[in-house]
């Protein structure tokens, strides 16, 4: 295992729609989460290390207490709570950033673990909003993207 480079904004590879997974990833993925620890974040998509597959890697709650990582390959979200939660959100990719950003408090995620099976998973809360995150990166999403532009300005201008 070894620990990635994480791409920094404004790298055009960001904003690029990811290819399907249709290999074996399992030694990416395992890099991934080393990364992931390491940076250290509570997830990380595949765009972030240059790869541009819709693979992500995230663990909700390994900060406060014991790690339970999840590796997604080609997740779809099923659905989306009508219900929204605004709160802060930082992104590996754009260090000292942090933005308040509206998403729906709770989703269902599909997604093939690296064993092959096709999972569906209800997610509330912190979990439901790192992996729409997550998701955003596979389609070439930003947090900078969900945030007005005054304040998108202000960012980029604190990036510069």
Known sequence: MAVLPILRWPDARLEERCAPV???VSALAADMLETMYAAPGRGLAAPQVGQLLRLFVMDATW??????????INPVITWRSSA???GPEGCLS?????AEVT??????LRYTGLDGVEREDHLTGFAAICAQHEYDHLD???TLDRIPPVERAAAEAALA
């Open 103 to 108: 998403r729906a408090s709770e989703i269902r």
């Open 94 to 98: 754009i260090p000292g950033v942090t």
């Open 63 to 72: 900060k406060e207490g014991t790690p339970a990582p999840v590796i997604c």
């Open 22 to 24: 249709t290999g074996d």
């Open 140 to 142: 070439g999403i930003l």
């Open 84 to 86: 929204r939660i605004t």
